[in-house]
């Protein structure tokens, strides 16, 4: 079993990935009791939003042509409109969204610059692959949300992302330079466990670490196979 809670949090073990063509049944696990107060959790994710806006503006930047800026500069659109649409959330429960969001800059800015990598490439994966992990973790705790914010937010985080152009321009690039898969593969699996670091963080813990364990791993379990299923759409090795 993966170990969520314990106090060394750098030595969280990685479940196996799934193999290629393997599946899993969906489950529906409630996470209620594991969920953070509301203002915590939206502001979490308003400014891991946030985050994914910078990164992706960046990666327009650096783009190499005027289309692929264009496409990425859209995604870098769909992600701050996630983000002030998060925000919006956070007023309309009555809390200032600086407030909300300020705890939580200096950990996720630290990861941003992480997940940026050493290369176009890098950062392009890396911003697909952690948004993708976080995106399907907070839509899971957002399933114990209370009331109508409950349907309001796991439907937006589970908006279409706009990162189509990421996996044309990573395989693209894989095309004309294939020896680029094995490095990205690794960059790719190097990723999960500093994401899911950040996942962790947002978990209310119960105090019963058996229980809250045995509850979180079939969401981590799904999570990762969908994580296994975006490094095949990029020719990767998970």
């Given at each position: 079993?993966?170990?969520?809670?314990?106090?060394?949090?750098?030595?969280?073990?990685?479940?196996?990935?799934?193999?290629?063509?393997?599946?899993?049944?969906?489950?529906?696990?409630?996470?209620?009791?594991?969920?953070?107060?509301?203002?915590?959790?939206?502001?979490?994710?308003?400014?891991?939003?946030?985050?994914?806006?910078?990164?992706?503006?960046?990666?327009?930047?650096?783009?190499?042509?005027?289309?692929?800026?264009?496409?990425?500069?859209?995604?870098?659109?769909?992600?701050?409109?996630?983000?002030?649409?998060?925000?919006?959330?956070?007023?309309?429960?009555?809390?200032?969204?600086?407030?909300?969001?300020?705890?939580?800059?200096?950990?996720?800015?630290?990861?941003?610059?992480?997940?940026?990598?050493?290369?176009?490439?890098?950062?392009?994966?890396?911003?697909?692959?952690?948004?993708?992990?976080?995106?399907?973790?907070?839509?899971?705790?957002?399933?114990?949300?209370?009331?109508?914010?409950?349907?309001?937010?796991?439907?937006?985080?589970?908006?279409d992302a706009?990162?189509?152009?990421?996996?044309?321009?990573?395989?693209?690039?894989?095309?004309?330079?294939?020896?680029?898969?094995?490095?990205?593969?690794?960059?790719?699996?190097?990723?999960?466990?500093?994401?899911?670091?950040?996942?962790?963080?947002?978990?209310?813990?119960?105090?019963?670490?058996?229980?809250?364990?045995s509850r979180?791993?079939?969401?981590?379990?799904?999570?990762?196979?969908?994580?296994?299923?975006?490094?095949?759409?990029?020719?990767?090795?998970?």
């Open positions: 079993m993966v170990s969520w809670f314990g106090r060394r949090a750098k030595r969280l073990e990685i479940p196996r990935l799934t193999g290629r063509g393997e599946s899993l049944p969906t489950m529906k696990v409630d996470l209620g009791e594991l969920v953070p107060p509301l203002p915590q959790f939206l502001g979490q994710a308003a400014y891991m939003e946030l985050g994914v806006f910078e990164s992706l503006a960046q990666a327009a930047t650096a783009a190499p042509t005027v289309t692929v800026k264009g496409q990425l500069s859209r995604s870098a659109g769909l992600a701050l409109a996630k983000h002030e649409a998060l925000v919006g959330e956070l007023r309309r429960h009555g809390s200032d969204p600086a407030e909300a969001m300020a705890p939580f800059a200096a950990e996720l800015d630290a990861f941003r610059r992480m997940r940026a990598g050493a290369t176009w490439p890098e950062s392009l994966i890396g911003c697909y692959l952690t948004t993708g992990l976080l995106d399907d973790f907070f839509a899971a705790l957002a399933v114990g949300l209370p009331g109508d914010t409950r349907s309001r937010v796991v439907k937006l985080i589970e908006q706009g990162f189509a152009v990421v996996v044309t321009e990573v395989t693209r690039a894989i095309a004309v330079d294939p020896k680029l898969a094995s490095s990205l593969a690794l960059w790719g699996r190097r990723l999960v466990g500093d994401t899911l670091l950040v996942a962790r963080s947002a978990l209310h813990v119960s105090g019963d670490l058996s229980r809250d364990e979180i791993e079939p969401v981590f379990t799904e999570i990762i196979a969908a994580h296994t299923r975006r490094m095949d759409e990029l020719g990767l090795t998970a």
